[in-house]
């Protein structure tokens, strides 16, 4: 069994607390990851369970609490293997709602897909997906260590340095268009994102508070 499915196995059972209580297993996943601002177990949190077994294994990992966002990690594969991430289409094929979790093998009329998720009735289990929901398997790599620039960096700035920034958000997969050099709007929008996601205040600024909240996303 891969050091992955080790850890993801070893979670099987944990479960939402019904009420006003919140089970701080599940709620850590989202803090280790940098999604901060999950602080309750009743946020969809498939895509933060894989993210948080994925961190651990030292694999590359999405920093979005989106099932789909993992159709961006990774390799894509036909053939999957145990412990490779499967993604599955929810409510609609075309929409944004999905599922996803580690892949353990098809039901023998390969009709259907086991997969160890998190959030799979309210809890980490192994259950069976319909395989027409599939949209597709991905086989995680190991994750590389990014350096960021130093220094306070804002809107209107340009150089090497916000090419260096630009790469590393780009790494930990926020949106800031092509790495040019310019700190415009869709760099200042993705910051701020960055900045509410990790509970700092959305000033769009680049500084040592950022940062080490992005350093910890990327080379955890």
Same mark, same amino acid.
Request: glycine share 12%.
């Given at each position: 069994?891969?050091?992955? #499915? %080790?850890?993801?196995? $070893?979670?099987?059972?944990?479960?939402?607390?019904?009420?006003?209580?919140?089970?701080? /297993?599940? =709620? +850590?996943?989202?803090?280790?990851?940098?999604?901060?601002?999950?602080?309750?177990?009743?946020?969809?949190?498939?895509?933060?369970?894989?993210?948080?077994?994925? #961190? %651990?294994?030292?694999? $590359?990992?999405?920093?979005?609490?989106?099932?789909?966002?993992?159709?961006?990690?990774? /390799?894509? =594969? +036909?053939?999957?293997?145990?412990?490779?991430?499967?993604?599955?289409?929810?409510?609609?094929?075309?929409?944004?709602?999905?599922?996803?979790?580690?892949?353990?093998?098809?039901?023998?009329?390969?009709?259907?897909?086991?997969?160890?998720?998190?959030?799979?009735?309210?809890?980490?289990?192994?259950?069976?997906?319909?395989?027409?929901?599939?949209?597709?398997?991905?086989?995680?790599?190991?994750?590389?260590?990014?350096?960021?620039?130093?220094?306070?960096?804002?809107?209107?700035?340009?150089?090497?340095?916000?090419?260096?920034?630009?790469?590393?958000?780009?790494?930990?997969?926020?949106?800031?268009?092509?790495?040019?050099?310019?700190?415009?709007?869709?760099?200042?929008?993705?910051?701020?994102?960055?900045?509410?996601?990790?509970?700092?205040?959305?000033?769009?600024?680049?500084?040592?508070?950022?940062?080490?909240?992005?350093?910890?996303?990327?080379?955890?």
């Amino acid at each position: 069994m891969s050091e992955l #499915l %080790k850890i993801a196995t $070893s979670q099987l059972g944990q479960k939402e607390i019904s009420g006003p209580e919140d089970n701080p /297993t599940i =709620v +850590n996943y989202a803090k280790e990851i940098g999604l901060s601002w999950i602080n309750d177990d009743e946020t969809p949190w498939c895509s933060v369970f894989v993210g948080w077994c994925a #961190l %651990k294994a030292g694999l $590359s990992y999405s920093k979005s609490a989106l099932a789909r966002s993992w159709l961006h990690i990774g /390799t894509p =594969v +036909n053939v999957p293997e145990p412990g490779d991430v499967v993604v599955f289409w929810r409510e609609s094929l075309l929409g944004t709602s999905g599922h996803v979790g580690f892949f353990m093998g098809y039901s023998q009329d390969l009709k259907r897909i086991y997969c160890l998720g998190g959030n799979q009735g309210n809890q980490v289990s192994i259950s069976a997906q319909s395989a027409e929901r599939l949209l597709g398997f991905r086989r995680l790599a190991k994750s590389t260590i990014i350096s960021l620039p130093e220094g306070v960096l804002r809107k209107g700035d340009t150089g090497e340095k916000v090419v260096q920034l630009q790469d590393a958000m780009k790494a930990a997969n926020y949106e800031v268009g092509t790495s040019d050099g310019v700190f415009g709007a869709k760099m200042d929008a993705a910051i701020k994102l960055l900045q509410a996601n990790g509970g700092l205040k959305a000033d769009g600024v680049y500084g040592p508070k950022t940062k080490n909240l992005l350093n910890t996303i990327l080379n955890a």
